[in-house]
């Protein structure tokens, strides 16, 4: 490779300047607050639509939990040969397996009827399930503090399944 020497050239490039506070290619203050009055809008009208769907995915959420329990109580029953129970109290807007944990709903739900249940005193309602995979029937509804959410558990006396309803009672 035969090397030379190399010139280096100079380069030459546009420079164009213009005065401060004539150019029109930035925002101006009045923009700027009328899209921040426009976010501010937004969020008044976006946030209390978030807040009540967390709240009713509160509702739906506890009324899933319970529905759940009253099935393994159902299949602790038929596999222990053994009644189960499970045991509400509204007053104090829980219920527990006989053997198990209390379990207090959410402060977004609470219990809003019991029908079909023993009472056992002092506010208590229980549901029996048999060792034959029957239990004792009925509905249990959970609700929104506000009202705008229900779900009916119903307990089917028979064949003991354990179904979740949306909505007011048939």
Known sequence: FPTAAMEFQEERGIIAMSPVGKDSAGFSLLELLVVLLLLGLSSLIVLPAIDKGLREREVKQSALQLAAVA?????????????QR?????LENSYQAAAGNKVVLSSDAKITGI???????????????????????????????????????RLEPLTGRVVVVKG???
């Open 168 to 170: 007011d009672r048939e």
């Open 71 to 83: 099935r393994n109580l159902r299949s602790r029953a038929v596999y222990d040969n053994a009644l």
């Open 115 to 153: 029908e079909g249940a023993e009472p056992l005193g002092d506010g208590l309602m229980q549901f029996l399930f048999f060792p034959n995979g029957s239990l004792l029937g009925g509905e249990v509804g959970i609700s929104s503090r506000e009202g705008t959410s229900h779900y009916l558990i």
């Open 86 to 90: 499970l045991i509400f109290n509204p």
